[in-house]
């Protein structure tokens, strides 16, 4: 963080009392409850990134014309703050989500957001946000998003923009907590095509992912599992989150960065750690049938998600329209849980931090 950025701070009008704050994130949920400021920052052709503010969270007030409404250039990241058991507070790779905003931004034609501004801007909100972080399992969820704030209606990138920080103290992302999921395989929709913006975090992806996820609850599922655009034949991604397969000889299997898919921190997380331990990763294709009949035959025997908001969480049942079969006895195995237990400890400062992941901020 080279450069300097200077956050102008206003006095919150009517700030949340420390004993309501303590019941907000006493049993948060994830992403219902928001803490009490927001980083703002502007960016135009002319002044390039200006007008830091650490403020209150309030409603924005922008044109009905705005660029975002009507084109949709928008990008987001996910990060967490967690509370270390010396009381202080850190960040897990927050440099790695830096970096992947600003090429989400370069894929939506937008202005890049310096690494040293999203860093600062990050720590800034958490040092002032510290009171909302829940003990135990939670922690505070960090979202930084920027859209287009220009008022105009045509096709162009925008040439002015809004970067903006909020936090949200948060449980579980899913309400089981660790108990094993059910996904959903959908053979209608797709998530993303070469060529498209499968691997910029921005939220035209999610909102293609909607329906699917929609398909999925009525299946009874948690979440979806999406298949290629070309074949509909190799398993890509969740609808927010990597996977992966443990197969009979402990070897990882998951499906290669190829610009369809979200480079996820975890996903390249746990990659660096099971390769550390000697464990072996594959990266590379690997198709719905070859998944089918590998859980049958048991030569996958776990399978789990990964994420910043479900960490790892575990696949117990895949179902698919004509079917559904059990991935081992369709609860969380061994290695899922040994790698949740690595990775947590590490986030959390339980197990030492030899890769220089966890940040400390506050």
């Known amino acids: 963080m080279d450069q300097k950025w200077l956050f102008a701070s206003s006095k919150h009008p009517n700030p949340t009392p420390a004993a309501d704050i303590a019941a907000a994130i006493e049993n948060p949920g ?8 927001m980083i703002t920052v502007q960016w135009t052709e002319a002044q390039g990134w200006h007008d830091a503010r650490l403020e209150d969270r309030k409603p924005f007030q922008i ?15 996910g990060l967490k703050a967690y509370q270390l058991a010396d009381g202080t507070v850190a960040l897990f790779r927050p440099e790695q989500n830096a970096r992947r905003f600003i090429k989400s931004a370069e894929r939506l034609a937008m202005a890049p957001v310096p690494e040293s501004l999203f860093l600062q801007a990050v720590e800034t909100l958490v040092r002032s946000e510290k009171a909302w972080i829940p003990g135990g399992e939670g ?18 990138p925008s040439h002015k923009y809004t970067f903006c920080v909020i936090a949200s103290p948060v ?14 395989s959908t053979d209608t929709y797709t998530r ?16 293609n992912s909607l329906l699917a996820q929609a398909e999925a609850s009525q299946n ?4 979806v599992v999406f298949l290629d655009a070309a074949e509909h034949r190799w398993i890509e991604e969740l609808g927010g989150m990597n996977i992966f397969f443990v197969l009979d000889d402990g070897a990882l299997v998951t499906p290669p960065l190829a610009g369809t898919i979200l480079p996820g921190i975890t996903r390249s997380s746990v990659i660096e750690l099971v390769r550390e331990e000697g464990g072996t990763v594959h990266e ?17 025997k776990e399978a789990f998600a990964c994420g910043t908001a479900a960490v790892i969480s575990a696949i117990g049942k895949v179902r698919y329209p004509g079917g559904e079969f059990v991935i081992g006895d369709g609860d969380s195995g061994a290695t899922t849980k040994r790698i949740h237990s690595l990775l947590t400890g590490i986030q959390r400062g339980k197990i030492a931090d030899t890769h220089g992941w966890v940040h400390r901020v506050a």
């Open 171 to 184: 449980g579980p992302y899913f309400k089981g907590g660790q108990k094993a999921i059910t996904v959903w």
């Open 30 to 37: 994830f992403g219902t409850v928001f803490s009490d400021h």
């Open 284 to 300: 590379r294709p690997y198709s719905f049938p070859e998944w089918q009949a590998d859980c049958q035959s048991g030569r996958v």
């Open 139 to 156: 922690s505070l969820y960090i979202r930084p998003f920027q859209f287009a704030s220009e008022t105009f209606l045509g096709v162009r």
């Open 220 to 223: 009874g599922c948690d979440q």
């Open 192 to 207: 993303a095509s070469a060529g498209g913006t499968g691997s910029a975090k921005c939220g035209g992806n999610y909102a």
């Open 63 to 77: 044109d009905p014309a705005a660029a975002v409404l009507h084109y949709a250039q928008e990008i987001f990241e």
